[in-house]
């Protein structure tokens, strides 16, 4: 199967510097705790909700609510979609090409 072609793409969503950092935890692991990408951050957790909405407001993020093991709270798991994978290697690409690396 060959590897897709990425085309270089600036964000001007992803490109902000928390939101590209929460890309680039969640391109690697996969689904993560909104508790974990916080203190991954080390922001609050207003920060960290804010920044969430607005890739999920533009679908690059889905947000799953599960009930908790520990406390009974329920949990939120976060996690990349299709499009928001996407969206930061297309991104990444174009950062790379600017950088003159791609």
């Given amino acids: 199967m060959a590897t897709p072609v990425i085309t270089a793409q600036f964000n001007e969503v992803i490109h902000a510097p928390m939101r590209l ?18 203190d991954m951050l080390g922001v609050s957790d207003a920060v ?34 299709d499009e928001g994978r996407e969206a930061f290697e297309s991104h990444i690409a174009a950062l790379q090409a600017i950088a003159g690396l791609g």
């Fill in 21 to 38: 950092r929460i890309c680039g935890l969640l391109q690697g692991a996969g689904e993560v705790e909104f508790a974990a990408i916080r």
């Fill in 48 to 81: 960290c909700s804010k920044h969430l909405k607005v890739l999920s407001d533009n679908g690059y993020v889905t947000l799953a609510k599960r009930p908790g093991q520990r406390n009974g709270h329920d949990v939120t798991w976060v996690s990349l979609t």
